[in-house]
């Protein structure tokens, strides 16, 4: 089976960091794009950034490039959303999301973790 799980959210002030934290098991992930996502309260889901599994090739919406960095590593099958200099507006739900390299939609999802900045 298998399971994304975020974790690393919280209540941070503006300017602040946070690293989020998204597990993977249940197969293997090597031909992946692993990908965030976020959702606030009234809008809809929006992109953040994705990573290419076996290249680490890394692609960001434009809100957030230059503040957040996606990794992952291998070693711990783990895919990491450092983000910096975080703003309120950048308060929401954020989703762990996987998909194959030949799709174009999303399989995988984690439950989400919540992100809340304050100004």
């Known amino acids: 089976q298998v399971q994304l799980v975020e974790s690393g959210g919280g209540l941070v002030q503006a300017g602040d960091s946070l690293r989020l934290s998204c597990a993977l098991s249940?197969?293997?992930?090597?031909?992946?794009?692993m990908g965030w996502f976020r959702q606030a309260p009234g809008k809809e889901r929006e992109f953040v950034a994705s990573?290419?599994?076996?290249?680490?090739?890394?692609y960001y919406a434009n809100s957030v490039k230059g503040r957040f960095t996606i990794s992952r590593d291998s070693a711990k099958n783990t895919v990491y959303l450092q983000m910096n200099s975080l703003k309120p507006e950048d308060t929401a739900v954020y989703y762990c999301?996987?998909?194959?390299?030949?799709?174009?939609?999303?399989?995988?999802w984690g439950q989400g973790t919540q992100v809340t900045v304050s100004s």
């Open positions: 249940g197969r293997t992930f090597s031909t992946y794009v």
């Open positions: 990573v290419v599994w076996s290249s680490s090739s890394p």
């Open positions: 999301a996987g998909r194959s390299r030949t799709s174009a939609n999303y399989d995988y």
